[in-house]
Each structure stands twice: as structure tokens, then as C-alpha cells.
């Protein structure tokens, strides 16, 4: 047993050794001279077209240390106030002194930290130099950044719908290059979005999916019509007239196909909320519009599907006031991304245009238009 004890007592010493020792490493390490960080541009406006293009230099003295180290180096960006407790970083090699961020990274690095898209952000930025787990920080650089939001078609992955139906709904017959698309809002391969199909004789009510808007690796039906996919596989055909809101699981071989066809209701209505005034499919702009209606700025009204309440669209969690022209994100309640049962209102009554844009299930678009 003393044996024992003896042993237990030699292993405790030596991890207090072993403690003390990363300890002293630790301690040793010290800044002699801290970064110093400039940049070419106090203010920025950041611009999808040339999202690749580089928007900012930075130029900077990497901070020196008592010992020889191997170091890492990143530009961290925060909103000015917050002392960088929500910060993003962009990184650059080791050796480097200077570097560019391009509109897309300065806008990706904007979302992340919490920034407002279309306004003037006061930002703050400083050179981050990490040796293991300790961090040195330079001086702080002051920048007004106006992000953008980023179209949502090029950010998200998609498959092609095409079809006899396509022409009519503003697009082209047979063509995987110019069709709708289905979006995957996850990035899991699961796709889903709406189609408008007007009318079936012949070929005019059916389609298949197809990827990289071509027709290699196209699929279809396996022929039974019970949502299952083959490549290759025969058209799928649409059994009536209106829009279909279709999900397709690309990996497992599935799809599904389901009528949605809206309007809007509700107390702000001339109909209030014992009927729906539909919207009509303008193949021009690929939007569902209702080109006149008159809204009362006392009551509420929210978009549902086949005069129904399975399928709406409404705002994410709670009533919004929508300014007229103003384009805001809507939310279809059949995709769990609603919270509650929330409407829509306006602030002033009047004669509105009011336009559903659905072509992109990972931004769904209203925009309503004072007359």
C-alpha cells in the first residue's frame, strides 16, 4: 500500500511539473512591439456586380516577441461599440504585410457580425496575431462599410425545372437554361419552389428536373406516379391548371407536388376576412400580383393558398408595417420559418399594387406599391 501511495505521490509531483513548465512557456512569451494596421479607404460601399473585385487594402508592422515564434495573422472586423465581442475574420498568409479584401468577403464578414444591408455601418477593424492560443491585437482602424443583400440566386444552390409549361409562365419550352428553378434554402439538397402551370394540352402541363441548367443527369418519373425519381425517368404531368409549390429530395430520388394558389385576406380588405381577392400571374415580371386593391390602415391581412389556412405567407414573427415600394423577405408558413400567426398592415390607407415574387424559395419577396 505505501507502495502505492509512493507512486500516486511521484505522478502528482511530476504533472505539477510538467504544469508549471507550459506555464513558464507561457509567460515567456511577450510583445516587444505592438501591430500597427493602416487602410487605403475610411468608407466603402460594397457592390454585388463586382463582388470578386478587392474593395479595401490593408497595410500593416506585424507586432515582434521576446522569442522566436511561429505566428498566424488575420484581419478581425467588428460593429464599433462592441468591443469585438461579435467579430469576423478574414485571413492572410503568415509572411504577408498587406492584403485586399474583395466586396464579397467584406460582405459576408458584414452578415456575420450583425451589420444593416443597405446602410452605413460604422466598423472597426485590427490586425489579430495569434501564436497557440494567445492573441495580439494592433491599433484599432475606424471604417463606415454599407453592405449589400446578396441575390439570393447566386448564393444558394438550385436544380432546373423545365417543361411545356415553361413558355407560358414567361420563360422557354424544354430548356433547362432558361426555366424555373428550385432553390435548396439548407444546402442540403433538399429543393422546393413554386411553378405556374396554365395549361395542359399536349406537353404544356408537364416537366422533369434537371441540374447545371442542362440535360445530363436529368430525372423524371419511374413511371408508378407515386413521387419517386429515375434519370431519365418520363414527365411529370400536372393534373390541373395553377401554381404548384414542389419539393424534390435530389438524393433520396423524391418529389412532391401540391396546389398553392393565393390571395390575400383579411380586416384590411374590401373583403375582409370571409374571402380571398387571388392574384393573377404576370409572365412579364414572374410575379403573382394583384394590380388593385384597396387597404384600410386599421385592419391586418395575411396570404394564404387555395382559400385555405395550411399554406400562408405572413412576416417571420410578429405584425409588420410594410412601406409602400419597399420590398421586404415573406415567410411560407408551410416551411416552419413562421413563429406565431403574425400579419401584414400598412400605415396608410389607399389603392395598392401588391406583388408576390416566388421564384427563389430562399428569399420569397412582397412588395407592396401605394397607388
Not at 174 to 188: D, H, I, R, V, Y
Not at 197 to 213: C, H, M, P, R, W
Not at 231 to 251: C, E, L, R, S
Request: one cysteine or more; hydrophobic letters at 40%.
Amino acid at each position: 500500500m505505501k507502495q502505492i501511495f509512493r507512486l500516486l505521490a511521484i505522478a502528482f509531483i511530476g504533472f505539477l511539473v510538467i504544469s508549471c513548465e507550459k506555464d513558464e512557456d507561457q509567460a515567456v512569451i511577450n510583445e516587444t512591439t505592438t501591430g500597427k494596421l493602416s487602410a487605403d479607404k475610411s468608407a466603402i460601399i460594397l457592390n454585388e456586380l463586382t463582388a470578386n473585385d478587392a474593395v479595401i487594402n490593408f497595410t500593416w508592422t506585424k507586432p515582434t516577441f521576446n522569442i522566436a515564434v511561429v505566428s498566424t495573422q488575420q484581419i478581425e472586423l467588428g460593429i464599433k461599440g462592441s468591443n469585438f465581442k461579435k467579430s469576423a475574420t478574414v485571413d492572410f498568409a503568415n509572411d504577408a504585410t498587406s492584403g485586399a479584401i474583395t466586396h464579397a468577403a467584406m460582405n459576408a464578414a458584414m452578415f456575420s457580425i450583425g451589420a444593416t444591408a443597405d446602410a452605413v455601418n460604422d466598423i472597426e477593424a485590427r490586425l489579430k496575431t495569434s501564436v497557440g492560443s494567445a492573441a495580439f491585437y494592433s491599433n484599432v482602424v475606424a471604417i463606415k462599410v454599407t453592405p449589400y443583400t446578396p441575390n439570393p440566386d447566386l448564393v444558394y444552390p438550385k436544380i432546373n425545372v423545365p417543361g411545356g409549361y415553361a413558355g407560358a409562365a414567361g420563360y422557354a419550352t424544354w430548356n433547362p437554361a432558361n426555366s424555373p428553378n428550385l432553390f435548396s434554402p439548407e444546402k442540403n439538397d433538399k429543393y422546393r419552389g413554386f411553378i405556374l402551370i396554365s395549361d395542359l394540352a399536349g406537353e404544356n402541363g408537364q416537366y422533369k428536373f434537371t441540374v447545371n441548367q442542362d440535360w445530363p443527369g436529368n430525372k423524371g418519373d419511374d413511371g408508378t406516379n407515386t413521387g419517386k425519381l429515375v434519370g431519365d425517368g418520363a414527365n411529370i404531368k400536372a393534373p390541373v391548371i395553377g401554381t404548384y409549390y414542389i419539393k424534390v429530395d435530389w438524393a433520396a430520388n423524391t418529389y412532391s407536388s401540391v396546389l398553392a394558389n393565393f390571395g390575400v385576406i383579411g380586416d384590411a380588405t374590401p373583403t375582409g376576412w370571409g374571402s380571398d381577392t387571388n392574384f393573377v400571374y404576370n409572365p412579364a415580371t414572374k410575379t403573382y400580383v394583384i394590380n388593385s386593391i384597396a387597404l384600410n390602415n386599421t385592419g391586418v391581412f395575411k396570404f394564404r393558398a387555395n382559400d385555405d389556412w395550411a399554406m400562408k405567407f405572413q412576416p417571420k414573427k410578429d405584425d409588420e408595417t410594410l412601406i409602400s415600394g419597399k420590398a421586404v423577405q415573406s415567410y411560407f408558413s408551410a416551411e416552419n420559418t413562421v413563429d406565431g400567426d403574425p400579419n401584414y398592415k400598412v400605415s396608410e390607407a389607399g389603392n395598392y399594387k401588391i406583388e408576390l415574387d416566388l421564384h427563389n424559395s430562399a428569399f420569397y419577396k412582397l412588395t407592396v406599391t401605394k397607388l
